[in-house]
């Protein structure tokens, strides 16, 4: 699967952004979806996930009540809308496709994940 994340870009503090993964090349619905954050000098972190169907979520308690995640599986995508954004939300965002096959549709370690999108960065001015 080849994944691309865009979106990104410089918001103030309490505003929104709205990031897309697009999805190529093998069965998107074959594979679980998660955002990860990256903020400089910083492990990346596990954001949200959703699985195939969309029918289940996971958010860091973080981002609980405030980001939100989607997938369209007949369009090959997966959001995240980002509300009431916080300067601490600053990073670089990826996605990440997790095979069905795998026994969790979640995991917080990078290593579990198959595939990878090249990041987009996000900037929340305070």
């Known amino acids: 699967v080849q994944l691309q994340a865009f979106g990104g870009g410089l918001v103030q503090a309490g505003g929104s952004l709205r990031l897309s993964c697009a999805a190529s090349?093998?069965?998107?619905?074959?594979?679980?979806m998660g955002w990860f954050r990256q903020a400089p000098g910083k492990e990346r972190d596990l954001v949200t996930a959703?699985?195939?169907?969309?029918?289940?979520?996971y958010y860091a308690d973080s981002v609980k009540g405030r980001f939100t995640i989607s997938r369209d599986n007949a369009k090959n995508t997966v959001y995240l809308q980002m509300n009431s954004l916080k300067p601490e939300d600053t990073a670089v965002y990826y996605c990440?496709?997790?095979?069905?096959?795998?026994?969790?549709?979640?995991?917080?370690?990078?290593?579990?994940?198959?595939?990878w999108g090249q990041g987009t960065l996000v900037t929340v001015s305070s």
């Open positions: 990440a496709a997790r095979s069905v096959v795998r026994k969790t549709y979640y995991s917080g370690l990078i290593n579990e994940y198959d595939y």
């Open positions: 090349g093998r069965t998107f619905s074959n594979y679980h």
């Open positions: 959703i699985t195939w169907s969309g029918g289940s979520t």
